[in-house]
Nanobody, 125 residues
């Protein structure tokens, strides 16, 4: 079992930065691949970034590549999403998710078993 709690969302101007953090409890965190997803108003939830169990492999949606960076600290049971050069179209509720037992992870929402409650990110133009 993994419980996930996101923080760090807020309101920022276009071009600015935010850092999201997700704190996890549960013994399977270090054995889980992790991901960040987002849901914009009126849209389906979409993949943003993923990181392998070890943290050595990361992958991103094309829309955020070069602007966002995912990282994890297995000693602290946290995963972060550094978001730079934010755009109004990045406005969404952001969720962290865990895929226990997976080494590499996935961009498929259905592969993730545990989800946080989400944190709102609003980017003004």
């Amino acid at each position: 079992q993994v419980q996930l709690v996101e923080s760090g969302g807020g309101l920022v101007q276009a071009g600015g930065s935010l850092r999201l953090s997700c704190a996890a409890s549960g013994r399977t965190f270090s054995n889980s691949a992790l991901g960040w997803f987002r849901r914009a108003p009126g849209e389906e939830r979409e993949f943003v970034a993923g990181i392998s169990r070890s943290g050595r492999s990361t992958y991103y949606a094309n829309s955020v590549k070069g602007r966002f960076t995912i990282s994890r600290d297995n000693a602290k049971n946290t995963v972060a999403l550094q978001m730079n050069s934010l755009k109004p179209e990045d406005t969404a509720v952001y969720y962290c998710a865990a895929d226990p037992g997976s080494v590499v992870g996935s961009s498929r929402e259905t592969d993730y078993d545990y989800w946080g409650q989400g944190t709102q990110v609003t980017v003004s133009s």
